[in-house]
C-alpha cells in the first residue's frame, strides 16, 4: 500500500470495519498504517476516519495506539488549517509522552519521550504556535543524555523562543559547548583540570553568564 495505495483503496469499507470493531493493538497499528496511505489518495476518507481515530486516541491507554493514531492523522494529511480544535487536542494528548508516571524527568522512558517529540515536530509544520503548550518539556528536553532527544527537541526552538525565555533557552544550549570536568578518578587525566577550567571561562566570558551551575 505504501508503494501502490490504488490498488488498495476498494478495500477501505472492510478496514474502516476492522478500524470500527477491532480492539486487538497490533491489528488497529496495521489499518493505521494503512489508512495512512489510502488517505493520501483518498481525501474523501477523511471525513469518515477522523472521529474513530481520534476516539482511539482519546480512550486508549496504550502509547502505540495513540502514536500510531496521532501519526495517521497527520501523515494521511487529515490534519489541516481547518483543523485547529483536532491539532489543540493532539497536542494536549502528546502531554501524556512526557510527563509519563515519576517527577524525575531523568527516568521517564526515553522512547516515549522521542515519539512525543518526532510528533510535536509533525504537528508543528502545520501548528506552530500549539507547541508553545509543550515548553516545559521541551526544555527539558534540551539537556538529555540521549543526543537523539536532543535533536528533536533542538528542532522545535524556533516555535517556544521569545522574550521571555530566551535567555534560559540559550543559557541551556551554551552550557553543552562547555567540555565534562575530568573525574579526579581517572588517573589519565591528571594535568587536563586546568585545560577543562581555561575553556570553561573563556565561554563564560564570551557569552556572559556565570560558570556555577
Known amino acids: 500500500a ?11 469499507p472492510q478496514l474502516y470495519n476492522l478500524l470500527k470493531t477491532s480492539t486487538n493493538h497490533w491489528m488497529l497499528i496495521r489499518l493505521f498504517k494503512l489508512f495512512t496511505s489510502l488517505a493520501q489518495i483518498a481525501p474523501r476518507l477523511k471525513a469518515k476516519l477522523l472521529p474513530p481515530i481520534l476516539d482511539l486516541v482519546r480512550t486508549t491507554k496504550a502509547s502505540s495506539i495513540m502514536y500510531e493514531g496521532i501519526m495517521c492523522i497527520i501523515k494521511g494529511n487529515m490534519l489541516d488549517d481547518s483543523n485547529s480544535q483536532v491539532a489543540q487536542f493532539l497536542v494536549s494528548k502528546l502531554h501524556f509522552f512526557f510527563e509519563q508516571n515519576t517527577d524525575d524527568f531523568s527516568f521517564r522512558n526515553p522512547n516515549l519521550i522521542f515519539s512525543g517529540l518526532l510528533a510535536l515536530n509533525q504537528i508543528s509544520e502545520i501548528f506552530p504556535d500549539l507547541i508553545l ?65 581555561q575553556k570553561t571561562n573563556l565561554m563564560a566570558q564570551l557569552y556572559g553568564y556565570s560558570t556555577d551551575f
Open 133 to 197: 503548550a509543550h515548553q516545559k518539556n521541551i526544555l527539558l528536553c534540551l539537556d538529555h543524555y540521549d543526543l537523539s532527544i536532543r535533536e528533536q527537541a533542538l528542532n522545535l526552538i524556533d516555535c517556544i523562543i521569545n522574550e521571555e525565555n530566551i535567555i534560559s533557552i540559550v543559557g541551556s544550549l551554551v552550557r553543552q559547548l562547555i567540555p565534562q570536568p575530568p573525574s579526579i578518578e581517572d588517573e589519565n587525566n591528571q594535568g587536563l583540570e586546568p585545560q577543562y577550567l
Open 2 to 12: 505504501k508503494k501502490n495505495p490504488k490498488n488498495y483503496i476498494s478495500l477501505a
